[in-house]
């Protein structure tokens, strides 16, 4: 069965450090998406993807952060300057479709900004 | 704005003792609704969702929900719990546009 994966697992970065964190969608969705969930605390949305444009993004979701299909599999997801409070559980998911759509999630990437 | 309650921070029940995890959401329009699960160490799996038609919706390993618009709520249950079901259960909603709005999650326990 086809599968959303990650890389990598753990990423452990200084304050201030750029990240990418990257994912393979499934190969014939057309949406992608990236949340996160901080340790505790609820799966937050974060942005969407089509078209290779963002079609919607949240309140957290600033000038720090930035996403890319470089190609015709990776998905991006990009942190400048890295903050503490962006440590994380970073989840990646796709659909073949948009709004109510079935999302496939990924395993996700613990970041660990110290 | 749209929001996923589930009341239940941690349940325990005993193997092969039925299951109910409760859900009940925010939203003004007819909701899409979700239950996945999530294992330690693994991604967010789909158990089930619920778009239209018949409000009790069954999905993969057993698991059943029920959309109860009157109660806003979005019920899981499974009749009779493994020990493999042990796991944290998410509630979300798609609420407008794409994204999915979560619950907090129910960590279940299962004991033998």
């Known amino acids: 069965e086809p599968e959303v994966t990650q890389t990598p697992s753990h990423q452990v970065t200084q304050m201030g450090q750029e990240v990418i964190l990257r994912c393979v969608p499934i190969s014939n969705h057309l949406y992608f998406y990236w949340y996160r969930q901080i340790l505790g605390q609820k799966v937050e949305f974060l942005v969407s993807f089509y078209n290779n444009e963002i079609s919607e993004k949240s309140e957290i979701f600033d000038d720090q952060f930035s996403v890319e299909r470089p190609d015709g599999s990776n998905f991006t997801l990009k942190i400048r300057s890295t903050k503490l409070e962006d440590s994380a559980m970073y989840f990646c998911?796709?659909?073949?479709?948009?709004?109510?759509?079935?999302?496939?999630f990924g395993p996700g990437t613990r970041l660990t900004v110290l | 704005a749209q929001s996923v309650t589930q009341p239940d921070i941690h349940i325990t029940v005993s193997e092969g003792a039925s299951l109910e995890l409760r859900c009940n959401y925010s939203?003004?329009?007819?909701?899409?609704l979700f239950w996945y699960v999530q294992s330690p160490g693994q991604g967010l799996q789909l158990l089930l969702k619920?778009?239209?038609?018949?409000?009790l919706v069954q999905g993969i390993k057993g698991f059943e929900a029920e959309f109860k618009r009157s109660q806003s709520s979005f019920n899981l249950r499974k009749p009779s719990v493994h020990w493999s079901d042990a796991a944290e259960y998410f509630c979300a909603v798609g609420a407008g546009g794409n994204k999915l709005v979560f619950g907090a999650g129910t960590i279940l326990r299962v004991k033998s």
């Open positions: 939203y003004g329009a007819t909701p899409y």
């Open positions: 619920y778009f239209s038609g018949d409000t």
């Open positions: 998911a796709s659909s073949e479709m948009g709004a109510g759509d079935t999302q496939y």
